[in-house]
């Protein structure tokens, strides 16, 4: 198995899509290399594209206050990366080519990381990782244990928290909650909380 280093040294060097034409840095990922916890997303935005590293823009500063003011939690403990390490065209949604050809990244930072608890953000996170079709608004709500034994807990993207406003942002503490109970050992509440 390759290290971590190896396969981010790759991926700064993907030519796979057409996403490298226009990308200004490959976001990888970033954080702890042995986290329990793992965060997935959706692409980078223009800030990320800028600055090379994950959830640096507004959704990001949604999700470092729910994470610490639902799980205790900051960055450095937890592993944060996206579908696609590059960001798509005026941040429309990644193509299925895209999301296929990028694949193989998440799925060594998985591998290597091995975190016990992924908290996917949004639909395209969840739908790859669930290997569904169902969109997060019925996914979430519920802890999906994992044939690798990990546990899969689906989140609306923090950017729909701040297009939907209060009710979602509750919705996604609720699913952080559950989160957080999952890395302690602890079963996870049902719906709503
Ligand atoms: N949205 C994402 O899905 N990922 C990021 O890194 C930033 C915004």
């Given at each position: 198995?390759?290290?971590?280093?190896?396969?981010?040294?790759?991926?700064?060097?993907?030519?796979?899509c057409?996403l490298?034409?226009?990308?200004?840095?490959?976001v990888?990922?970033?954080?702890?290399?042995?986290?329990?916890?793992?965060?997935?997303?959706e692409g980078p935005?223009?800030?990320?594209?800028?600055?090379?590293?994950?959830?640096?823009?507004?959704?990001?500063?949604?999700?470092?206050?729910?994470?610490?003011?639902?799980?205790?939690?900051?960055?450095?403990?937890?592993?944060?990366?996206n579908v696609v390490k590059c960001r798509p065209?005026?941040?429309?949604?990644p193509l299925?080519?895209e999301i296929?050809a990028c694949h193989?990244y998440l799925?060594?930072?998985?591998?290597?990381?091995?975190?016990?608890?992924?908290?996917?953000?949004?639909?395209f996170?969840?739908?790859?990782?669930?290997?569904?079709?169902?969109?997060?608004?019925?996914?979430?709500?519920?802890?999906?244990?994992?044939?690798?034994?990990?546990?899969?807990?689906?989140?609306?993207?923090?950017?729909?928290?701040?297009?939907?406003?209060?009710?979602?942002?509750?919705?996604?503490?609720?699913?952080?909650?559950?989160?957080?109970?999952?890395?302690?050992?602890?079963?996870?509440?049902?719906?709503?909380?």
């Open positions: 198995m390759p290290t971590l280093a190896e396969v981010e040294r790759d991926a700064l060097a993907c030519t796979r057409p490298h034409q226009r990308r200004t840095n490959v990888f990922g970033v954080g702890d290399p042995n986290a329990d916890l793992m965060f997935v997303g935005g223009q800030q990320e594209d800028i600055e090379g590293l994950p959830f640096v823009g507004r959704s990001g500063q949604l999700l470092d206050r729910l994470m610490l003011e639902e799980m205790g939690l900051t960055r450095a403990y937890c592993y944060i990366c065209p005026n941040n429309r949604d299925p080519d296929a193989p799925a060594a930072q998985l591998d290597l990381i091995d975190p016990k608890v992924i908290v996917t953000l949004g639909n996170a969840t739908k790859l990782l669930l290997n569904s079709t169902e969109g997060i608004t019925r996914l979430r709500g519920r802890a999906y244990p994992r044939p690798d034994g990990r546990t899969l807990v689906p989140t609306f993207h923090p950017a729909a928290a701040l297009r939907g406003g209060g009710e979602t942002v509750a919705q996604m503490r609720a699913d952080m909650v559950r989160a957080k109970q999952l890395l302690d050992g602890r079963r996870p509440s049902p719906l709503p909380a």
